[in-house]
């Protein structure tokens, strides 16, 4: 690898990050939103569809630290010992 790839898998990985979190933290104020609105109503059908859509944000959540963990796996080869070029 040489020094301009992983100077750019760092910023690219550092942008993954911001991103993720920016999502992460847009996506936990509407579910919070959405937790809120399920409590309140006392309309059986709605709180069945709520609570669909809390699986949809768990889901949503669960994608987001994917993502983080695969941003974070592919720095690994950056912190190797280069390997010798083969002949």
Known sequence: MTKEEKAHLEDFVARVFTF??????A???????????????????LQAALINLE??????AQSINILKEQARNAVIPTRKAPRKPTK
Do not use: I, S
């Not at 993720?20 to 933290?25: H, Q």
């Not at 699986?55 to 949503?60: E, L, S």
């Open 20 to 25: 993720a979190f920016e999502l992460g933290t």
């Open 27 to 45: 996506l936990d104020e509407l579910h919070r939103e959405l937790r809120q609105m399920r409590f309140e109503t006392e309309d059986k059908d």
């Open 55 to 60: 699986h949809a944000f768990f889901m949503t």
